[in-house]
């Protein structure tokens, strides 16, 4: 029986930390809605600080993904409006929603994880004609779009979209010595246009100015974000972790040529502290059971009963 020992203890030390594991997973999926709950953050242009910087998204954190009908996504234009309801909201560092999504739908490209700058919406709409086309705006979904909303701004019922984030009628988005801003534009359907806080004004759909653009996998650049391309709302960050996926990762990822130096350092840190953790705190533990209640009647118990058996074998 001693011989099986060291593998029955082996064994059932790996079911109980994968019945954990399965547990904490579970626990995740539970409040994100979504599966896989986490996704690794591969690219640099959700940065803040060259060095990295709690709060925002680092190449090499961990995010948690919420489900996106769990809750309505809410622009940078709607966050800084002060006549906007969603007026005032951050997510990971400044104002207005992180989503994650597929390039133009494209499920075997790399997602993208950046803020909704605007959200565009389809105003007045009009039959196609007798050929399925239209005489006049964008077909879209079987209706012609004559006109746009974008929430946020004084861009309602338009049916071209010039504004720009210079703190007057919106926000103020500032790219250098001007301010992002988008003149007579005509998108080919209702969407999200998004950009990634370090990309420098360079929105991915190529809506603003200057124009940058990001494209798909392959059907071209970007377009906006439809709402059935979406994977998640970013949630959550958990910090460096994600780094040690990096060091594995094949195929197009960039592994950890864009996390900052500093994540290594907290990485090594911080799981020395996990493994140090256990023998730290042991002795602790010990002494604060040793002294409690519980442990003095468990003690009391055990002398007790030695003290019976005692008698008994002298009888």
Sequence with gaps: MAEKEPVFTLVRELILAGGMIGIIVLGMWAHTGTMPPLVVVESKSMMHDSDGQLGAIDAGDLVLVHSPESKTIISYAE???????????????TAGDVIIYNRNGETDSTPIIHRVIISILAERTIAPNSNGTCDEGVLHEDQC???????GTDQIDVESITFSFDGNDTGLYSCGENWLNASEKIPRHPGFITLGDNNNCSDDQAFF???GGVMSGHSGMIQPIKSEWIIGIAGAEIPWLGVVKLFVSGGDSPGVSQVPGSSFFYLILTIGGI????????????KLLVGSPEMIEAEREDAMAALVSALGEEE
């Design 145 to 151: 779009i004559l006109s746009w909303t974008v929430p």
């Design 209 to 211: 100015q200057p124009y």
């Design 275 to 286: 493994l140090a953790a256990p023998v730290v705190l042991e002795p602790v533990a010990r």
């Design 79 to 93: 966050a800084t409006d002060p006549n906007n309801a969603n007026y005032g909201h951050e997510s990971h560092g």
